[in-house]
């Protein structure tokens, strides 16, 4: 398996073409997910006691599989919150695997988490957040958060009368999913304030005051989002800042999506306050062109994160000799094994320069601003509400959930588009909306036409 044959450079080939073809291709197809047992008809048995070969396996995922995918930089790919790498960053995922570093330690990794690190300082500049502020690459924004809210909880475990308490966190309707799910991992309880748009310093303040005594004593974190995914409404920060630093709470910015667009200078004051937060989460493959997998959480004492994550093991003893001294990205977050997902975007910075982020990201607003403009130019077209970051939530008047799933159905099954519907809170419930998430700054205005006309 591990010999340096001519099989091996003929499959190399092949596989570097079509990389080539891939990262080239300006249009790709728009595939189809199909059923798990009519992938099984056309592929056949792949993994058997003497193996297909690699050529026919590679076959098979290029002919076959790929095509049973839905590539997330497709120009008409405007749903949930799709994605838009750089060539230079795809290309740069090839080096990073080819390069098998481990991305752990400085020990075995240094010159590949400098770069990481030269890219996470840019990152830290965006968000304002004062000297000594620094933080790390993830998976993505449910390992970002789980890491910053573990360090959260440890921290405020760190008084003796909260040690045998079940913590809780304070976060709005509108909020990730994720913050749900992480805090299942870390039993904690999560306690909603009501709205499905901003969260405002006074509906927070509503909610606290509600509490009874033994609950808020349990309360150690509160979760504002900046840019929710499914509109990209930014919390009142400033205010929410405000409240946890008289209360004693820890004051965690949810971005992943909308951290992006920290670098347009259109829509920075959104965002005033983010510098006042203990942690920030942002995904550099949601709005920073990075591919997938690649979140970030800094914080604002990254020492507090060393404190809740760092792991010992006699394995591990060697890592902090003087000659292995160094930044140790597993030190700040909840994965020991990790690879250097942070590389991509650095080689992607340095190629195009930050000036370049700054144009596509500003590029996705004004693909939003656009889109709102066209659909109130269309009178069976309605704004749910103004355009917020890239988002956009707008109804076909007259038409039912089913009329939006089929929609959504028949543009994906032609080939033309991918956008789903979402829901919206009214006074009356939930409605079945529709919504369009500028990533991508290939995005044509006549890509926008063409959708809004197949809902005539």
Same mark, same amino acid.
């Not at 592929?43 to 396996?57: Q, R, S």
């Given at each position: 398996?591990?010999?340096?044959?001519?099989?091996?450079?003929?499959?190399?080939?092949?596989?570097?073409?079509?990389?080539?073809?891939?990262?080239?291709?300006?249009?790709?197809?728009?595939?189809?997910?199909?059923?798990?047992?009519?992938?099984?008809?056309?592929?056949?048995?792949?993994?058997?006691?003497?193996?297909?070969?690699?050529?026919?396996?590679?076959?098979?995922?290029?002919?076959?599989?790929?095509?049973?995918?839905?590539?997330?930089?497709?120009?008409?790919?405007?749903?949930?919150?799709?994605?838009?790498?750089?060539?230079?960053?795809?290309?740069?995922?090839?080096?990073?695997?080819?390069?098998?570093?481990?991305?752990?330690?400085?020990?075995?990794?240094?010159?590949?988490?400098?770069?990481?690190?030269?890219?996470?300082?840019?990152? %830290?500049?965006? &968000? #304002?957040?004062?000297?000594? !502020?620094?933080? +790390?690459?993830?998976?993505? *924004?449910? @390992? $970002?958060?789980?890491?910053?809210?573990?360090?959260?909880?440890?921290?405020?475990?760190?008084?003796?009368?909260?040690?045998?308490?079940?913590?809780?966190?304070?976060?709005?309707?509108?909020?990730?999913?994720?913050?749900?799910?992480?805090?299942?991992?870390?039993?904690?309880?999560?306690?909603?304030?009501?709205?499905?748009?901003?969260?405002?310093?006074?509906?927070?303040?509503?909610?606290?005051?509600?509490?009874?005594?033994?609950?808020?004593?349990?309360?150690?974190? %509160?979760?504002? &989002? #900046?840019?929710?995914?499914? !509109?990209?409404? +930014?919390?009142?920060?400033? *205010?929410? @800042? $405000?409240?946890?630093?008289?209360?004693?709470?820890?004051?965690?910015?949810?971005?992943?999506?909308?951290?992006?667009?920290?670098?347009?200078?259109?829509?920075?004051?959104?965002?005033?306050?983010?510098?006042?937060?203990?942690?920030?989460?942002?995904?550099?493959?949601?709005?920073?062109?990075?591919?997938?997998?690649?979140?970030?959480?800094?914080?604002?004492?990254?020492?507090?994160?060393?404190?809740?994550?760092?792991?010992?093991?006699?394995?591990?003893?060697?890592?902090?000799?003087?000659?292995?001294?160094?930044?140790?990205?597993?030190?700040?977050?909840?994965?020991?094994?990790?690879?250097?997902?942070?590389?991509?975007?650095?080689?992607?910075?340095?190629?195009?320069?930050?000036?370049?982020?700054?144009?596509?990201?500003?590029?996705?607003?004004?693909?939003?601003?656009?889109?709102?403009?066209?659909?109130?130019?269309?009178?069976?077209?309605?704004?749910?509400?103004?355009?917020?970051?890239?988002?956009?939530?707008?109804?076909?008047?007259?038409?039912?959930?089913?009329?939006?799933?089929?929609?959504?159905?028949?543009?994906?099954?032609?080939?033309?588009?991918?956008?789903?519907?979402?829901?919206?809170?009214?006074?009356?419930?939930?409605?079945?909306?529709?919504?369009?998430?500028?990533?991508?700054?290939?995005?044509?205005?006549?890509?926008?036409?063409?959708?809004?006309?197949?809902?005539?």
């Amino acid at each position: 398996m591990h010999n340096v044959d001519i099989g091996l450079v003929e499959m190399t080939l092949d596989v570097m073409k079509y990389a080539i073809n891939r990262i080239t291709n300006e249009s790709p197809e728009l595939g189809a997910p199909r059923k798990e047992e009519e992938l099984k008809s056309m592929v056949g048995e792949t993994i058997t006691p003497l193996g297909i070969g690699g050529e026919k396996a590679f076959h098979l995922f290029r002919d076959v599989l790929v095509k049973a995918t839905v590539p997330i930089d497709h120009p008409r790919h405007l749903a949930f919150v799709p994605a838009a790498p750089t060539r230079a960053a795809v290309m740069f995922d090839l080096v990073t695997s080819a390069s098998s570093i481990h991305g752990a330690y400085w020990m075995e990794g240094a010159g590949g988490i400098f770069c990481e690190n030269e890219a996470m300082k840019w990152l %830290v500049t965006l &968000t #304002g957040m004062p000297e000594g !502020a620094f933080g +790390v690459f993830t998976s993505g *924004g449910t @390992a $970002a958060n789980l890491s910053s809210i573990v360090t959260a909880r440890e921290y405020w475990r760190e008084n003796k009368l909260n040690l045998n308490k079940k913590g809780c966190i304070i976060t709005s309707v509108g909020a990730h999913s994720s913050i749900r799910a992480m805090a299942k991992v870390i039993d904690a309880d999560v306690l909603l304030v009501e709205t499905d748009d901003l969260m405002t310093a006074e509906a927070l303040e509503e909610k606290i005051n509600s509490l009874d005594k033994n609950t808020m004593e349990r309360v150690f974190a %509160v979760v504002a &989002t #900046g840019g929710t995914t499914n !509109a990209g409404i +930014v919390d009142d920060l400033e *205010g929410i @800042a $405000a409240i946890c630093k008289e209360l004693n709470l820890w004051f965690h910015v949810d971005a992943a999506y909308g951290g992006g667009a920290l670098a347009a200078d259109s829509v920075r004051h959104l965002f005033k306050g983010i510098e006042k937060a203990d942690s920030i989460t942002i995904d550099p493959h949601k709005w920073l062109f990075s591919p997938y997998d690649c979140g970030a959480v800094i914080y604002r004492n990254p020492e507090l994160a060393k404190t809740a994550h760092s792991q010992e093991g006699s394995y591990l003893d060697i890592i902090n000799d003087p000659g292995a001294h160094g930044f140790n990205p597993s030190d700040y977050q909840i994965q020991l094994t990790r690879r250097l997902r942070g590389l991509p975007l650095w080689y992607s910075l340095a190629t195009h320069g930050t000036n370049k982020y700054k144009w596509a990201v500003e590029r996705g607003i004004e693909l939003a601003s656009l889109a709102g403009e066209l659909i109130s130019s269309r009178p069976d077209l309605e704004l749910i509400r103004p355009p917020s970051l890239s988002c956009v939530l707008f109804r076909r008047k007259g038409w039912s959930e089913d009329d939006y799933k089929n929609w959504t159905y028949t543009n994906h099954r032609e080939g033309l588009a991918l956008v789903t519907p979402s829901k919206w809170k009214t006074k009356e419930g939930f409605e079945t909306v529709a919504r369009f998430c500028f990533i991508n700054p290939d995005t044509t205005e006549e890509d926008i036409k063409i959708i809004l006309d197949t809902m005539n």
